[in-house]
């Protein structure tokens, strides 16, 4: 059989989302000729991504390209790609906590990081935020093993628990400088613990926070609203026009049905979470604690402890967080830390669709969705 190289590419489930692993030096250098071959590896664009990889939703459209670090701070680079479903677009203005849970195993099993007895740590720095993680994960016998007993919501059965820690980042906790803002006439809390999230009490878009993610997206009036509440937020964010982006996302907020500290209803922007995201949960975490913040009079939050519990559409995410003043008197994260699991699909040789000679090279930044 002839047609397009095979390009080595491992499968993997990364959290609650599932992506294309690579190393950087399996792919072509060059960002656009690389989006250009993601996209038909993926199968974009095309709603039912049925040419490619991609499995017809933003949570399963994504790539991470893995190399040894740079920088003497961490092992590995990780650079997260979003891949658009049935547009033409790979993203880089995002990061992704759910393939990052992946990324160590990865780099083990390529041979980037020596196992490191019983359990392995690797230092991650996440290129599209330059953010640093540390992830552990058990290597009994020197070879990843994801068996376990570790279950998180949104992922049948269970495996290796994951651990994700991530120090302070390098980015004001509140990009706005204030607990609380108004745009287009609706108070939100803007905050980014990794992930630019906005923060919006359901009740105040008339909505109980306890919808069905499909009933949400199915809602013109909902879509158009928060729209609008996105472009004024992503320039008050410092972010630009925020039009053609993945970032911002959006959090409804609501009080907790099932002991939690809040009910959370999520736009990734445009299609609405299943769960939550790891960044995006530990940005809602860290809001939650701002004085004066739209989240603290909806959230119930224990005295004392970092841990809490973020309800979401098909279960919970539980999340350490803790916030304290920085030298300039602002609430700044102090430290974030996560259970995920991941897993290895499956490991080969991925063959891209043929190149269409008609089709413009990717752009290499947007894909909303
Ligand atoms: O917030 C979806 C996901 C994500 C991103 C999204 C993520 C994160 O669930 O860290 O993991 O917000 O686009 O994979």
Do not use: W
Request: glycine share 14%; hydrophobic share 40%.
């Amino acid at each position: 059989m002839t047609g397009p190289a095979g390009v080595r590419c491992m499968l993997m489930r990364g959290g609650t989302s599932k992506g294309a692993y690579f190393l950087a030096d399996d792919l072509p250098a060059e960002p656009a000729v690389r989006d250009a071959l993601l996209l038909r590896i993926m199968g974009s664009p095309d709603p039912r991504q049925i040419d490619g990889l991609g499995g017809g939703h933003p949570l399963t459209s994504k790539v991470a390209v893995v190399s040894p670090s740079a920088g003497p701070e961490a092992d590995v680079d990780y650079l997260f790609l979003q891949v658009g479903v049935d547009t033409a677009e790979v993203s880089d203005r995002q990061n992704c906590g759910n393939l990052l849970a992946g990324v160590g195993p990865f780099a083990v099993e390529r041979g980037l990081v020596e196992p490191g007895g019983r359990d392995t740590s690797v230092r991650i720095r996440m290129v599209n935020t330059g953010d640093l993680a540390r992830a552990t994960f058990p290597t009994p016998d020197g070879r990843v093993d994801p068996t376990g007993d570790a279950e998180i919501s949104g992922v049948p059965g269970s495996a290796a628990a994951v651990v994700v820690e991530f120090p302070p980042g390098a980015g004001p906790l509140l990009p706005t400088g204030r607990a609380r803002d108004t745009v287009a006439g609706t108070d939100v809390t803007c905050v980014d613990n990794g992930m630019p999230t906005v923060l919006i009490p359901a009740e105040s878009l008339k909505l109980t926070g306890y919808e069905d993610p499909a009933d949400l997206e199915a809602d013109r009036d909902l879509a158009a609203r928060l729209h609008e509440i996105r472009l004024a937020a992503g320039e008050l964010m410092g972010l630009g026009d925020v039009t053609g982006t993945t970032v911002p996302k959006l959090t409804l907020l609501a009080p907790p049905r099932h002991g939690g500290a809040v009910t959370t209803r999520t736009f990734i922007p445009v299609r609405a979470h299943t769960s939550i995201g790891v960044l995006g949960a530990a940005s809602v975490a860290a809001g939650l604690r701002i004085d004066g913040g739209v989240g603290a009079p909806v959230a119930v939050l224990s005295e004392g402890g970092d841990r809490l519990r973020i309800e979401h559409p098909t279960g919970f995410l539980d999340i350490e967080s803790s916030v304290g003043a920085g030298p300039d008197g602002l609430p700044t994260a102090r430290r974030t830390a996560v259970v995920r699991t991941a897993r290895k699909i499956f490991d080969g040789t991925v063959f891209p669709r043929a190149a269409d000679p008609a089709r413009p090279p990717a752009p290499t930044s947007g894909g909303q969705r």
